[in-house]
């Protein structure tokens, strides 16, 4: 080799994965139990990548898709990475409005979905005109033409001088209009190995001929991130069509699944099975399961590091990208709670000024970092996200110890104030979450006449109360529970029972609509 030459830096997509593995399956699903080799997901990705050019979207352009977890969700994606595309995958849960909100708001020019959308799909063609390509999946949808069919007379190979893509995702909406989050497109060759790629591969054991086990919505931010670094690294990714916790226990042991993500709510389904259903699987195979979302209750977590083993890892970071915290077993049984130091961006806490704090003070978490994004068509937004040094925050409140370890406290628009003292009900919700009578609980503020406002805890109880009698019972039964282990101020001075919480399938409460309809009923605003 000459002195001036150089080596060809190695790339990592799915079509790199295809030349050396071309039958290796890439995509499983759980239930139907379809699968697609690498072959066919990076010839159809290079097929629909063809058709958004033949349309006339060019780099930078914007797609969205509204379908449910299924065989070709991420084969839409890589086919708009493919083709430089931002895509904007919208949650499946929402509503008409909502769907239309989005689709107009990124500024879609192709829009795909499924016949589990159709009603929504339908409604929202009079009302997004900028939308050139309708396409479904699946099966016939009106106004909809078959993207099988569509795609089926492009050629399979590779649109030239590909870059790196992004996507483009909105905030779930648990405080506000949800709001897409925005970046930059990577300056890079397509398959230029991206951070999150870097972070998986070292933390979590990410790498060729892995299997990851996604049980949560592929439309969310890490569902997606995360299968979509395993098909750059060459794993396969066993897709759940839906969460049931013994059957994710069943894919662990049937698969051989190696890396897995979850969020809280899932460890504590798979904890309240009966100790003979947990233990009659072999969950050996794992060798990082990762949890992020929310805070996770520190018995929860202990408990899962007891089954599991030292398998359990923790990050904290945001859609956003301006930081990532990062917390293995062995440090977190050392500083129980934490969800980790930094690995990128610098952590500080501030008030409410913009001040930093000390170690120990909680407040704002800000993070310095040279990741710029913006929330699209929000100008106010992005602002109030930011310090006048540049700093950004996600909205959430914390502390860190001396040994720079981060703990949250909760989201700055949950706190409670009731008598002019700021309470957190995520203290109260951790608690009450591991009582064997509760299977899902929501802390919040509700209107007080002396105080302003009172914690109340909205459950859904494994079983309903038979009577308003046992009701009571049950509501007492709990609050003294949580005032065993809390300050009185703390916890709950009543306690609502619900069929169902208004949760999403990623873990978060719909907080907000919990607080809306109390406060709503009370005929006054927070």
């Given at each position: 080799?000459?002195?001036?030459?150089?080596e060809?830096?190695?790339?990592?997509?799915?079509?790199?994965?295809?030349?050396?593995?071309?039958?290796?399956?890439?995509?499983?699903?759980?239930?139907?139990?379809?699968?697609?080799?690498?072959a066919?997901?990076?010839?159809?990705?290079?097929?629909?990548s063809?058709?958004?050019?033949?349309?006339?979207?060019?780099?930078?352009?914007?797609?969205?898709?509204?379908?449910?977890?299924?065989?070709?969700?991420?084969l839409?994606?890589?086919?708009?990475?493919?083709?430089?595309?931002?895509?904007?995958?919208i949650?499946?849960?929402?509503?008409?409005?909502?769907?239309?909100?989005?689709?107009?708001d990124?500024?879609?020019?192709?829009?795909?979905?499924?016949?589990?959308k159709?009603?929504?799909?339908?409604?929202?063609?009079?009302?997004?005109?900028?939308?050139?390509?309708?396409?479904?999946?699946g099966?016939?949808?009106?106004?909809?033409?078959?993207?099988?069919?569509?795609?089926?007379?492009?050629?399979?190979?590779?649109?030239?001088?590909?870059?790196?893509?992004?996507?483009?995702?909105?905030?779930?909406?648990?405080?506000?209009?949800?709001k897409?989050?925005?970046?930059p497109?990577?300056d890079?060759?397509?398959?230029?190995?991206?951070?999150?790629?870097?972070?998986?591969?070292?933390?979590?054991?990410?790498?060729?001929?892995?299997?990851?086990?996604?049980?949560?919505?592929?439309?969310?931010?890490?569902?997606?991130?995360?299968?979509?670094?395993?098909?750059?690294?060459?794993?396969?990714?066993?897709?759940?069509?839906?969460?049931?916790?013994?059957?994710?226990?069943?894919?662990?042991?049937?698969?051989?699944?190696?890396?897995?993500?979850?969020?809280?709510?899932?460890?504590?389904?798979?904890?309240?099975?009966d100790?003979e259903?947990?233990?009659?699987?072999?969950?050996?195979?794992?060798?990082?399961?990762?949890?992020?979302?929310?805070?996770?209750?520190?018995?929860v977590?202990?408990?899962?590091?007891?089954?599991?083993?030292?398998v359990?890892?923790?990050?904290y970071?945001?859609?956003?990208?301006n930081?990532?915290?990062?917390?293995?077993?062995?440090?977190?049984?050392?500083?129980?709670?934490?969800?980790?130091?930094?690995?990128?961006?610098?952590?500080?806490?501030?008030?409410?000024?913009?001040?930093?704090?000390?170690?120990?003070?909680?407040?704002?978490?800000?993070?310095?970092?040279?990741?710029?994004?913006?929330?699209?068509?929000?100008?106010?937004?992005?602002?109030?996200s930011?310090?006048?040094?540049?700093?950004?925050?996600?909205?959430?409140?914390?502390?860190v110890?001396?040994?720079?370890?981060?703990?949250?406290?909760?989201?700055k628009?949950?706190m409670?104030?009731?008598?002019?003292?700021?309470i957190?009900?995520?203290?109260?919700?951790?608690?009450?979450?591991?009582?064997p009578?509760?299977?899902?609980?929501?802390?919040?503020?509700?209107?007080?006449?002396?105080?302003?406002?009172?914690v109340?805890?909205?459950?859904?109880?494994?079983?309903?109360?038979?009577?308003?009698?046992?009701?009571?019972?049950?509501?007492?039964?709990?609050?003294?529970?949580?005032?065993?282990?809390?300050?009185d101020v703390?916890?709950?001075?009543?306690?609502?029972?619900?069929?169902?919480?208004?949760?999403?399938?990623?873990?978060?409460?719909?907080?907000?609509?919990?607080?809306?309809?109390?406060?709503?009923?009370?005929?006054?605003?927070?």
């Amino acid at each position: 080799m000459s002195e001036t030459a150089t080596e060809t830096p190695e790339l990592f997509h799915p079509g790199i994965v295809a030349e050396r593995a071309p039958d290796r399956v890439a995509i499983q699903m759980a239930t139907s139990g379809e699968q697609m080799t690498y072959a066919e997901l990076d010839a159809k990705a290079n097929q629909l990548s063809q058709l958004f050019r033949a349309a006339g979207l060019e780099r930078g352009d914007h797609i969205a898709l509204c379908m449910e977890n299924r065989l070709e969700f991420f084969l839409i994606c890589w086919g708009a990475h493919y083709a430089g595309l931002y895509y904007t995958a919208i949650s499946s849960r929402l509503t008409t409005d909502e769907v239309n909100y989005i689709v107009n708001d990124c500024g879609a020019q192709a829009f795909i979905t499924s016949p589990y959308k159709a009603e929504q799909a339908v409604a929202i063609i009079p009302t997004t005109p900028n939308v050139k390509m309708r396409l479904a999946v699946g099966g016939p949808v009106e106004g909809h033409e078959s993207f099988d069919d569509a795609i089926a007379g492009q050629p399979t190979e590779p649109l030239a001088g590909r870059l790196e893509a992004a996507d483009m995702l909105y905030s779930s909406g648990t405080t506000g209009r949800p709001k897409g989050v925005k970046v930059p497109m990577p300056d890079a060759e397509l398959g230029a190995p991206q951070p999150l790629l870097t972070l998986v591969a070292m933390l979590f054991g990410v790498s060729d001929g892995c299997v990851y086990l996604s049980p949560a919505p592929c439309y969310h931010a890490a569902p997606l991130r995360f299968c979509m670094s395993v098909h750059r690294m060459g794993g396969t990714t066993v897709v759940m069509e839906r969460f049931d916790p013994e059957q994710a226990l069943q894919l662990i042991q049937d698969h051989k699944v190696t890396t897995s993500q979850w969020v809280p709510t899932m460890f504590v389904r798979m904890l309240k099975l009966d100790e003979e259903v947990r233990n009659q699987y072999d969950v050996s195979s794992l060798q990082a399961a990762v949890h992020a979302a929310a805070p996770c209750p520190i018995d929860v977590k202990r408990k899962m590091i007891d089954w599991w083993g030292p398998v359990i890892h923790e990050y904290y970071a945001g859609t956003e990208g301006n930081g990532f915290c990062y917390v293995g077993s062995e440090d977190w049984l050392a500083h129980p709670g934490t969800v980790g130091r930094p690995l990128t961006g610098i952590l500080h806490i501030c008030d409410d000024e913009g001040n930093e704090l000390p170690a120990g003070e909680e407040g704002g978490i800000y993070f310095e970092s040279d990741t710029v994004f913006e929330y699209h068509n929000d100008s106010e937004k992005t602002a109030d996200s930011r310090l006048a040094n540049g700093w950004s925050t996600l909205g959430d409140v914390g502390k860190v110890d001396e040994d720079g370890f981060l703990y949250l406290t909760d989201r700055k628009a949950y706190m409670i104030i009731s008598g002019g003292v700021n309470i957190y009900p995520q203290e109260a919700e951790n608690v009450l979450t591991m009582h064997p009578d509760v299977y899902d609980v929501a802390v919040i503020g509700v209107p007080n006449e002396d105080f302003g406002e009172e914690v109340k805890a909205v459950v859904q109880p494994v079983a309903m109360p038979a009577d308003d009698e046992a009701a009571k019972q049950l509501e007492r039964t709990l609050i003294d529970y949580c005032k065993e282990q809390l300050a009185d101020v703390k916890c709950p001075r009543s306690v609502d029972f619900r069929e169902e919480l208004p949760r999403h399938p990623t873990g978060k409460l719909y907080k907000r609509l919990l607080k809306d309809e109390y406060w709503a009923q009370a005929g006054r605003s927070i």
